[in-house]
C-alpha cells in the first residue's frame, strides 16, 4: 500500500477541542501479553473512555465545528450503540437537541446508556432491524426537519477526533514500532494513521477487521467501497456492510496490512482479558489483542501498541462469548447420536465412549415419541481438544451412528 500522508486534518485543534470533554485513556504496558509474545505490548484503554469507547471523541469534535446556525434545528443520527452514545453525551455537553435512531432490537442495556448520556437533551427512536435501516430513517428526518446529520464514520471532523487516540499514543510513547488497530467503518484507524505517519512515517499500522465482516478488505481488494451482502453481526462495534469512501481512501494509503479474525477467536480473546486482566471489552475491542497471534513472528522484539476500542459489552452476551470461544478452541462438540437398539446403550455411551474429564453440557431426544432408539441431540465439553479423535474412535468402535454438527453449519445452526 501506498504510505501517503493527507495534509487535510487539523489534529492539534482536535486535540485542543476534546481536552476536558474526553478522557485521556491509559496506555498500559500488558506483562502477559509482552511475555507471551516476546514483545512490549502496551494496551490503549480506550473501554475506559467517558462513554466505554473512542466514539465520543470524533462525535463531539464534529459537532462542536459545526456554526450556530447548523445546530439551530439540532442533530441526528443512526448508531446501534457506540456512536450513538458519543453524540447523546455531546448533545448534553453542548446543550443542543439530538434525535438518535437504534434498532428495534438493540439491547436495552444500550438505550438506557444513551439516555442516561443524553439526559433531556435526546430523543431515541427505535426503527427497524439494522443499522442499515436507521440510516434510512436518520436521513430522512435529516432532510425533512432540517436537523445536521452526524456521521459515525465518514467524515473528515468524525476522522480528526478519532486521530486524538494516535495523538495520546505517541505522546505516550513515541518510540513505538506497530499499533495495531480495530476496523469497523474505518474511522478509528483513518485518524489514528493520518497522525501517526505525520509523526513518526516509519511506525507499522495494521488493520484488523473481524471476519464475518470484512468490508475494508474487501474495498481494498476491489479498489473502491464495495456493499457486503451479508455479514455476521456479532463483532457489533467493527460490522458494517460498507466502510466509507473517505475511509477507503485513508486507509488504503496508510494501512500497511489488514488482518482477519475468526469470531470465535474473538471470544476466547474476550475472556482470556477478563480472566487475566480484570478488562471487560466487546467484541469489537478485542480484535487488536485477537491479531496478536496472526503477526507473532513479525513482532518479536518490538514496542507494539494494541487499540483497545471499546468496553460496552452486554452482560447477557457472556453465555453465547463462551459458547463461541469453545467451539472454536475445539473443546464443544454437537452431535446427532442414533443409539444402538440393545440395552444399556446409554449407559454405555456415558461410561465408555466419553473420557474421564468430558462433561455432557446438553441431551434432548429430537423426537417425542420412540425415545429408545430415536436420535438425540448431544452437547460435549472437553478439557483438551485432543481428546476429540479419542470420542470419534469410541463412538465407531461401539457402533454408535453419529453426525458431526460442528462439521455441518446448516443443520448446526437449525439445532444448536
Known amino acids: 500500500m501506498n504510505n501517503t500522508t493527507p495534509q487535510t486534518l487539523d489534529f492539534n ?41 473512542y466514539k465520543l471523541r470524533g462525535a463531539y469534535n464534529k459537532i462542536s465545528s459545526l456554526p450556530p446556525d447548523a445546530l439551530t434545528n439540532g442533530v441526528v443520527c443512526a448508531s446501534a450503540g457506540n456512536h450513538a452514545q458519543g453524540v447523546a453525551y455531546s448533545c448534553k455537553k453542548l446543550n443542543i437537541k439530538g434525535v438518535i435512531f437504534m434498532p428495534e432490537i438493540t439491547p436495552k442495556q444500550k438505550i438506557t446508556q444513551v439516555n442516561m448520556f ?70 478509528l484507524a483513518s485518524g489514528v ?31 473502491g467501497p464495495f456493499t457486503l451482502d451479508e455479514i455476521d453481526r456479532f463483532v457489533d462495534g467493527a460490522a ?77 452476551r457472556m453465555q453465547e462469548i463462551k459458547e463461541k470461544s469453545l467451539l472454536f478452541e475445539g473443546l464443544k462438540h454437537y452431535f446427532i447420536v442414533r443409539f444402538p437398539q440393545r440395552p444399556g446403550a446409554l449407559k454405555l455411551f456415558v461410561n465408555e465412549v466419553l473420557g474421564p ?7 434432548e431426544f429430537i423426537k417425542k415419541t420412540n425415545r429408545e432408539n430415536g436420535p438425540a441431540l448431544v452437547g460435549i465439553e472437553l478439557t483438551k481438544k485432543e481428546d476429540y479423535a479419542g470420542i470419534l474412535e469410541r463412538l465407531k468402535a461401539f457402533k454408535f451412528d453419529v453426525i458431526e454438527l460442528n462439521q455441518d453449519q446448516t443443520l448446526f445452526e437449525y439445532l444448536v
Open 193 to 223: 494513521s493520518a497522525y501517526l505517519k505525520t509523526v513518526k512515517p516509519d511506525v507499522k499500522l495494521i488493520g484488523v477487521e473481524p471476519l464475518g465482516a470484512p468490508s475494508m478488505q474487501t474495498a481494498i481488494e476491489k479498489k
Open 240 to 316: 458494517v456492510k460498507r466502510v466509507g469512501a473517505l475511509t477507503y481512501q485513508y486507509c488504503n494509503d496508510l494501512l500497511d496490512e489488514m488482518h482477519l479474525i475468526p469470531e470465535g477467536q474473538i471470544c476466547t480473546t474476550i475472556l482470556k482479558l477478563y480472566n487475566e486482566d480484570a478488562i471487560v471489552v466487546e467484541p469489537a475491542g478485542a480484535l487488536s489483542v485477537s491479531a496478536l497471534a496472526q503477526i507473532k513472528d513479525q513482532i518479536v522484539g518490538k514496542t507494539v501498541v494494541c487499540v483497545v476500542s471499546g468496553g460496552n459489552n452486554d452482560i447477557e
Open 357 to 363: 474429564h468430558d462433561d455432557i453440557t446438553r441431551f
Open 13 to 53: 485543534s482536535a486535540s485542543q477541542r476534546l481536552k476536558g470533554v474526553v478522557k485521556r485513556t491509559p496506555l498500559e504496558f500488558n506483562a502477559g501479553l509482552s511475555s507471551r509474545y516476546n514483545a512490549n505490548i502496551y494496551l490503549k484503554r480506550e473501554d475506559l473512555q467517558i462513554v466505554r469507547s
Open 118 to 187: 443524553g439526559g433531556d437533551n435526546v430523543e431515541v427512536v427505535l426503527v427497524g432491524d439494522t443499522f442499515d435501516d436507521c440510516l434510512k430513517e436518520a436521513l430522512n428526518y435529516s432532510a425533512l426537519h432540517a436537523a445536521t446529520f452526524i456521521p459515525p464514520f465518514d467524515d473528515q471532523k468524525v476522522i480528526e477526533g478519532q486521530a486524538t487516540v494516535g495523538v495520546e499514543v505517541f505522546e505516550d510513547l513515541p518510540d513505538l514500532d506497530i499499533v495495531v488497530m480495530p476496523v469497523g467503518g474505518g474511522g
